[in-house]
């Protein structure tokens, strides 16, 4: 094997292990997210092996469902089209669907630990969401 065969082969074995180290210190955002944690089973109902939204949980503070790609709200229905991992923060584009309309979105979350998020708005330095990851319903 001549040199360049062997360096071209040395730097894909090395950018496989920077892809799959960085995965493996993503933030894990799959599960079902509530505002208020004293809430999750007031916000989301278990409906068989799917987990969804009860009838009233925008009273309650209400959350978001992650699956896979998907960021799943009671109106609207995203799927995440850019991620970028940074420690604890996580940035995200978004193409978000309502029954009336399309849009890209961008979000910019903080995962202070396994289960808390906060979501944040940049430019508005006072404006942020927390929630917290419900167990199992």
């Known amino acids: 094997m001549n040199s360049r ?18 995965r493996a210190n993503a933030v ?13 089973a007031k916000v989301f109902v278990r ?9 009233m949980s925008d009273v309650y503070g209400g959350g978001f469902i992650v699956e896979g790609d998907q960021i799943i709200g ?10 970028k991992d940074n420690g604890p923060d996580v940035n995200l ?13 961008q979000f910019s979350l903080k995962a202070p630990d396994a289960d808390s998020l906060i979501r944040l708005f ?6 942020e969401i927390r929630y917290h990851r419900c167990p199992a319903t």
């Open 74 to 83: 009671k109106f609207a229905r995203c799927r995440i089209k850019v991620r």
């Open 122 to 127: 940049p430019g508005m330095d006072d404006m």
């Open 47 to 55: 409906k068989g092996a799917q987990i969804g939204f009860t009838d």
């Open 93 to 105: 584009i978004a193409a978000c669907a309502t029954d009336m309309m399309l849009s890209s979105v």
């Open 5 to 22: 065969k062997l360096f071209g082969l040395g730097g894909l074995l090395f950018a496989s292990v920077l892809v799959t180290g960085s």
């Open 28 to 40: 894990d955002l799959k599960g079902a997210w509530a505002s208020d944690a004293d809430n999750c």
